[in-house]
């Protein structure tokens, strides 16, 4: 048996960039930020991941900082570059759903996570009908 399930939530870090693919398929890059909490600190990080059609066209009514659960799957791209082969990995977004997020009056937002919220150059990797 094998499994190729991702479940993200947390804020965007921008509003989706919205493109049209040669094959006229409306898509969106997006990122968001997902935080780890321990003892002794925690750790932000940003993942970037993409929407294609109807899924896409929804997303572009989402705004920086509007909380997201993300529901897809990674996608694997085998390609040759100058240096030899190379591997892109993507995250497709099969659904995206704004949700609610009720914080905790005396917990407020971790400065990391505003950090990243503010900082944030994140490069995509080129989407198969970007590579050509």
């Known amino acids: 048996m094998s499994a190729n399930l991702v479940v993200l939530a947390g804020p965007l870090v921008s509003k989706p960039d919205m493109h049209v693919s040669r094959n006229g398929t409306t898509f969106a890059k997006m990122s968001l930020v997902v935080t780890r909490i321990?003892?002794?600190g925690s750790e932000s990080k940003t993942i970037p991941f993409v929407a294609f059609g109807a899924v896409a066209e929804e997303a572009e009514k989402l705004r920086r900082g509007t909380c997201v659960l993300v529901q897809g799957r990674i996608d694997t791209k085998d390609m040759e570059g100058r240096?030899?082969?190379y591997q892109i990995v993507?995250?497709?977004a099969d659904?995206?759903?704004?949700i609610e997020v009720q914080q905790e009056p005396q917990k407020p937002l971790l400065e990391a996570e505003a950090g990243v919220l503010?900082?944030?150059?994140?490069p995509f990797p080129p989407l198969e009908d970007e590579a050509s």
């Open 118 to 122: 503010e900082n944030i150059d994140e």
């Open 95 to 98: 659904t995206i759903e704004k």
């Open 38 to 40: 321990w003892k002794t």
């Open 90 to 92: 993507n995250i497709i």
């Open 83 to 85: 240096n030899g082969p």
